[in-house]
């Protein structure tokens, strides 16, 4: 998948293919159609916070579809749309 990655705080953003995630128990697999970037995400970018731990893929609101609901034990099935916020 493409990420937009951190390496180094204070440096831009890297474009970079990574592997697809691969959920654990409890957890869902979403494509998402997009990513919110938020102050707090560009003040980890900026350097303004302490190091977080190195590489981030920074962002946290999203819009996506559930692709692989088969870990969950939720209410969530392969194929919904969802919304996830902070």
Request: aromatic share 2%; charged share 20%; proline share 9%.
């Amino acid at each position: 998948m493409r990420a937009m990655i951190l390496e180094k705080q204070g440096k831009p953003l890297k474009t970079a293919d990574v592997p697809v995630p691969v959920p654990s128990n409890g957890q869902l697999l979403l494509k998402v159609h997009a990513c919110g970037v938020c102050r707090t995400d560009l003040h980890v970018v900026d350097g303004d916070l302490n190091e977080p731990k190195l590489p981030l893929i920074p962002g946290h609101q999203i819009v996506a579809t559930v692709v692989d609901s088969s870990k969950s034990k939720g209410k969530f099935q392969t194929g919904d749309k969802v919304g996830v916020p902070w």
